[in-house]
């Protein structure tokens, strides 16, 4: 390294220092394991250092049509020299108009108005906050409807409403006594399925629990809230089939709201723009972040069918308004990136050409599947989480010290890509314009990591 270069990552060195960082244990942070980012180019990150690496997780599964996308980045410059930001509390702009307008031609049917905020933990909370507020407000009342329920290992982001509707314990367990309670149904995590059933013979009775709990329940519930066809953080649980459409099915014949949490399978993640689609299910409401910016900027999204949004109509003296917003609700410069993020999907045909890649990414998975220690595969479209397991017979499980899954991203690094475990499931979901040979590079890389560190 020539001095200047030293220098350079010297200076980054000590700034690190002064971030903590999300999710991570300080005391074992090193400033000098860090990677810094310098650009990105379609499915690629470039550090300061001049190295390339795939995004493997889409810049934590915000990414859609890569990085330095053209048409997204002309549409914020011009935004930029109209105006920057103002407020959608008593104004508007045309960002937020467009925006509203191409999102509801896109979302299931039914889905009718659209309440922006920035970030996902602030669409669920008003997807929460809707809901029982709806309930409250409904005509001929039922004001006993101010509970709900939510599925165990369900991420719905980290503002105290969405976990108090979380179900991972080692995110959520230390707050216990700061959450509102709700009435938990078993996830149908298959591989360690809850009821002890003989994977893949199912009984479904993860289903069954959740009718019981509906029937007993359904005069407290305000509203269910489920990560449709799979969950996230938990390490990518694919639900199996008809069970997203059972659970709208349930709600309905129960009267309980369905909230759905697109946050991180929306915008084409499962292989159709929105993961309730594959099943032909409306929700009631409908929480989107991630992608919706295209992975530029934060916004949300929290889309209401015209029912609920019917039930805060009002005088202003009967106060059934929805008093909520954040200050940058809405923001013009992210609303303008995510007309481009739309209208790229429509112009390049986005969602139509992901089949062939995801079949691409399915072959790519097949010798990773015959290793040793990995103890399932689960894909979803582009959603894919590789559960390592110390011993694949009986499943069990490596000592969390050991911290496998972050040994093979460090492997993963070394060869030019960027992956980040979720305990010791390693988690894939590259940006929809990744290439077919990047797709194999990724998955190239991912057994070689999985090996270096576990073997074949
Ligand atoms: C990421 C995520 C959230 C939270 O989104 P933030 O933008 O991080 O607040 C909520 N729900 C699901 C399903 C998510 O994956």
């Known amino acids: 390294m020539n001095g200047q270069v030293e220098k350079k990552r010297q200076l980054i060195d000590d700034g690190l220092r002064s971030i903590w960082f999300p999710f991570t244990q300080m005391q074992e942070f090193s400033p000098e394991d860090v990677l810094v980012i310098a650009e990105g ?92 507020q709806y309930q409250k407000q409904a005509a001929g009342g039922n004001p006993g409807k101010t509970r709900f329920i939510s599925f165990t290992n369900a991420y719905h982001g ?27 149904a078993e996830s149908p995590y298959c591989y360690r399925c809850p009821f002890g059933a003989s994977y893949p013979v199912c009984k479904f009775d993860c289903l069954r629990q959740l009718e019981y709990l509906l029937a007993t329940h359904a005069s407290e519930l305000a509203a269910l809230i489920i990560e449709p066809l799979v969950q996230g953080a938990a390490g990518i649980l694919v639900q199996p089939p008809g069970y997203l459409k059972r659970i709208r099915e349930l709600c309905t014949q129960y009267g309980v709201l369905m909230i759905a949490d697109e946050v991180a399978v929306g915008f084409g993640k499962t292989g159709k723009m929105f993961a309730c689609e594959q099943e032909g299910v409306t929700p009631d409401i409908m929480a989107l972040g991630k992608g919706l910016s295209g992975g530029y900027l934060p916004l949300a999204a929290t889309v209401a069918t015209e029912e609920i949004y019917n039930g805060f109509l009002g005088r202003f003296d009967e106060f059934k308004t929805f008093f909520h917003g954040h200050t940058y609700t809405g923001n013009p410069l992210a609303c303008a990136a995510a007309v481009a993020n739309l209208n790229i999907f429509a112009e390049e045909r986005v969602v139509e050409g992901l089949a062939g890649k995801i079949k691409r990414l399915t072959q790519g998975l097949q010798p990773i599947a015959k290793l040793g220690h990995v103890g399932e595969i689960r894909q979803r479209g582009f959603m894919v989480g590789i559960e390592l397991v110390a011993d694949k017979g009986t499943k069990e499980l490596y000592p969390p010290g050991a911290r496998i899954g972050n040994r093979v991203i460090l492997e993963a690094r070394k060869r030019g890509l960027i992956i980040r475990p979720l305990g010791d499931v390693i988690v894939l979901m590259p940006p929809l314009c990744i290439t077919n040979e990047e797709i194999d590079r990724l998955c190239e890389i991912t057994l070689e990591s999985i090996q270096a560190v576990v073997g074949d």
């Open 158 to 184: 980290d503002t105290l409403g969405a976990v108090s509707v979380g179900g991972i314990d080692l995110f959520h367990a230390v707050y216990g006594e700061l959450l509102f309670p709700t009435i938990k």
């Open 41 to 132: 180019k379609g499915a690629l990150l470039r550090d300061v250092d001049g190295r390339d690496y795939i995004d493997g997780v889409s810049s934590l599964w915000t990414n859609v049509h890569g990085h330095r996308k053209e048409q997204i980045d002309r549409a914020i410059k011009e935004q930029v020299d109209r105006v920057a930001h103002s407020t959608l509390l008593g104004l508007a702009h045309e960002p937020a108009i467009e925006c509203a307008k191409k999102l509801l031609e896109i979302v299931p049917k039914g889905l009718t108005r659209v309440f922006y905020s920035e970030s996902g933990s602030t669409a669920v909370e008003i997807a929460l906050k809707m809901a029982f």
